[in-house]
């Protein structure tokens, strides 16, 4: 049995939630494996919406495994309410099952995300202030608290303790801001834990129990490729592994059965928060696209910036995640623009690339485009791919020959149904 991966292939946003949903239909078992609450995926089925922000898709399905792994870092607040708000929709949630070893986000470290983005100037980050950042930071430090010290309220207390004297001191000393109080903290936290305790269970064996049973499991990405914190746009990124690589590390589960990576793309490109985007459109299109495509952020509400779709960031993605497919999400939102702009390749120093510059150069390289015919019928909810006009067959097929992958799913509205396949999935 091989196993499914799905990640976003730009700087998130590039509607995963849809195509994980529909994966989820097909997969026994979905696993979340990195980024933590500042991911948000947006499900629309049998007309309710629903926005996950740390919760597997696969959730709104009955009798599907869902698992939060490791490399996720949890917002236990957030989880909590997470949960509550799925039950008071009649979603059960026996079988959500999180990992003792994921690393808890604390209070601190939203307040610390923020102070560190205040004082970072003109050289900000745009987070999601969820305090992903500083979490993962104590991580690496291993000074960070996990799942696992919640539910154990004898050891809790002091290793908040511990804990709380490092982030006071930084919050007293480098920022001149009040502490956090143990007592208080403690309470609040060991209130969410008989929540969070039933589900808490070791991912290792039940993923490989579910192998050996040959039951189907789906890796679902958060965030995107170009956020990982290595491969990315680096500051720009998040502080985690949001691509194909962070399967493993982010859950327990080895890379042997991992076979089937699944990229999702979106048609055009956008981006929240700061950092390079070289085909960014300022102007009237970038408005129309935000606004046709409904570009804010499920998480902060942010308006997305938006641009024309970048080929080389694209490749770049899928070499470094081996993707063996893409799914191309909100194709109808391009309905409507006489010509297409697709960047094909970089002009750096007077010579033409068709890679992605690094992120050392990135900034000082120019998009080159090459212009499509664009087409003006809506082509919301088609599900045939013949049926969609000659020159949105041939932006699909354009993007599949300049990348060499092909592209399985075309996504042409919000809704479950709105799909093209062109493969089984
Ligand atoms: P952080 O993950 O909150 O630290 O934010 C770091 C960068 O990643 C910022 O540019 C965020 O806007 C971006 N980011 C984090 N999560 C998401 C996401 O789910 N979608 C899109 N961008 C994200």
Known sequence: MSHKILIGMQWGDEGKGKITDLLAEEADVVVRFSGGNNAGHTVIAEGQKYELHLIPSGILYPKKL???????????RSLVEEMSGLKKRGIALDNLHLSPEAHLVLP??????????????????????????????DKAARRGLRVGDLLSRESFGKKLE???????????????????????????????AEEIRPHVTSLPPLLWKSHRENRQILFEGAQGALLDLDFGTYPYVTSSHPGAGGVSS???????????????????????GRGPFPTELSGEQGEKLREKGQE?????GRPRRCGWLDLPALRYAAMFNSVTALALTKLDVLSGF??????????INNSITDRLPDSFQLKNAQPVYQTLTGWEQDISGITNFQELPSEARHYVNFIEQETGVKINLVSTGPDRKEIIHRQPL
Request: proline share 4%.
């Open 66 to 76: 869902c698992l939060i792994g490791s490399g996720v870092v949890i917002n236990p």
């Open 108 to 137: 601190y470290h939203l307040r610390l995300d923020n102070l560190e983005e205040e004082n970072k100037a003109g050289d900000k980050i745009g987070t999601t202030g969820r305090g992903i950042g500083p979490a993962y930071a």
């Open 162 to 192: 511990k804990s709380l004297s490092y982030h006071n001191a930084v919050l007293e000393k480098v920022y001149r801001e009040p502490a956090f109080d143990l007592q208080q903290l403690k309470v609040d936290l060991l209130s969410l």
């Open 250 to 272: 982010g859950t327990g589960f080895g890379p042997r059965y991992l076979n089937e990576i699944l990229g999702v793309a979106k048609a055009y490109l956008t981006r929240v």
């Open 296 to 300: 804010f952020g499920v998480t902060t």
């Open 338 to 347: 006489s010509e297409i702009k697709v960047c094909t390749g970089y002009k």
